[in-house]
Every structure is written in structure tokens, then in C-alpha cells.
T-cell receptor
Framework: ETGVTQTPRHLVMGMTNKKSLKCEQHLGHNAMYWYKQSAKKPLELMFVYNFKEQTENNSVPSRFSPECPNSSHLFLHLHTLQPEDSALYLC??????????????FGPGTRLTVT | GQSLEQPSEVTAVEGAIVQINCTYQTSGFNGLFWYQQHAGEAPTFLSYNVLDGLEEKGRFSSFLSRSKGYSYLLLKELQMKDSASYLCAVRSGDYKLSFGAGTTVTVRA
């Protein structure tokens, strides 16, 4: 595997379910990110981890819970979601947060539908 | 906070040149990025500008004017495979990356 991978690619869940999204990067990066992408809206940054430490929580509701066990893996745990949470969830990584010039590499995303 | 504006849609024919503008307001500035995103796929990095001027990379070029808060992406010799959404993103003084809503480019034969 190369680059940034995400599983599952598609997920349909009810409002009472609990599920997790997984992201893995094979680039040796130290920063990882979760974004939410809704139709016709800008990517919304949700969480940032730098060297496994959370450095950004962009006022995300507590029904989204991130976990970063090491620099290569990032999870997003979901519970009691709302229909408006349906979106494409993108994971990204970069060399390091807080420095210039380093682009972010994105995974293919998980298309989440909450019913 | 940061704000970015870019047109929502652009349509052009194969072989043409398309310019996608992006205007931004930001607290501090640490670079501007352009990404390409095909439908259902991950955004992929196209270009990075941190100093004023034009950066050329094959058929794609990106321009930056920091004093005007303005950038554009120039796509030359358009091909059908260039049909995609193009996202501009600015890194602010605190190194946070903010994205525009994207410009959907449709290339017609």
C-alpha cells in the first residue's frame, strides 16, 4: 500500500449505531487530519494530530471522537450521528504541522450516509 | 478568520485555456495551494505559491499576488481528463489550512 488509505469507502449507519472510520498513511508523515466535505461547501477541518498529539479540535460535536494511536494511524469514532452528518470524510497527512511548504496528501475518503 | 472566494463553475472546450481565480483574506500568510479533485476521488496536490509571481508546472501554472490577496490557476491545452473540481487553500499565520468551496471545470469536446 502506498499513500493514504481509508476504510471503509462507503458506510450507511443509523442514528443509534456506533462505527469507526480508519485512516492509514504510508508516507512517514507526522501530522494527520480529518476533514468533512459536504456538497458545494469548502472542506471543513475537524481534527489535527501532530506527532500523535491532538493540536486542533475545530468545535466538532462530541459524537465524533478521534483517536491517533501512532503517527501512521488515525481513527474517527462515530456514535449517535444526525442525518446532517452525512458527507464525505477525508483523511490527510503531511510531513509536520506548523511549518510552511508541506502539502497535505489526502486519502480517497469515506462516503457516510446517516439514516 | 480566513475566507476564500472562487467561482463555482467554469466550462470550456478541449484545447482551450482556463483561468480559475481565487481571492482570499487571511490573518498572516504561509502559502497558497491548489488541489485537483475528480468526482469520488481524493484531492491531489497541484501547486504551491508562497512568493509573488508565476509558478509553471507543465500545462498548469499558478500565480500569486500577496498584496492583492489573489491567486489564479491556469490550465492550458485543456483535455477531457481535466474535468474536475479545483480547490484553492490558504495557510494562515498559525499554519492552519483553509479551503475554498472549489471550482468545477467541465471540458467539452
Amino acid at each position: 500500500e502506498t499513500g493514504v488509505t481509508q476504510t471503509p469507502r462507503h458506510l450507511v449507519m443509523g442514528m443509534t449505531n456506533k462505527k469507526s472510520l480508519k485512516c492509514e498513511q504510508h508516507l512517514g508523515h507526522n501530522a494527520m487530519y480529518w476533514y468533512k466535505q459536504s456538497a458545494k461547501k469548502p472542506l471543513e477541518l475537524m481534527f489535527v494530530y501532530n506527532f500523535k498529539e491532538q493540536t486542533e479540535n475545530n468545535s466538532v460535536p462530541s459524537r465524533f471522537s478521534p483517536e491517533c494511536p501512532n503517527s501512521s494511524h488515525l481513527f474517527l469514532h462515530l456514535h449517535t450521528l444526525q442525518p446532517e452528518d452525512s458527507a464525505l470524510y477525508l483523511c490527510a497527512s503531511s510531513q509536520e504541522e506548523g511549518t510552511s511548504g508541506h502539502e497535505q496528501y489526502f486519502g480517497p475518503g469515506t462516503r457516510l450516509t446517516v439514516t | 478568520g480566513q475566507s476564500l472566494e472562487q467561482p463555482s463553475e467554469v466550462t470550456a472546450v478541449e484545447g482551450a485555456i482556463v483561468q480559475i481565480n481565487c481571492t482570499y483574506q487571511t490573518s498572516g500568510f504561509n502559502g497558497l495551494f491548489w488541489y485537483q479533485q475528480h468526482a469520488g476521488e481524493a484531492p491531489t496536490f497541484l501547486s504551491y505559491n508562497v512568493l509573488d509571481g508565476l509558478e509553471e508546472k507543465g500545462r498548469f501554472s499558478s500565480f500569486l499576488s500577496r498584496s492583492k490577496g489573489y491567486s489564479y490557476l491556469l490550465l492550458k491545452e485543456l483535455q477531457m481528463k481535466d474535468s474536475a473540481s479545483y480547490l484553492c487553500a490558504v495557510r494562515s499565520g498559525d499554519y492552519k489550512l483553509s479551503f475554498g468551496a472549489g471550482t468545477t471545470v467541465t471540458v467539452r469536446a
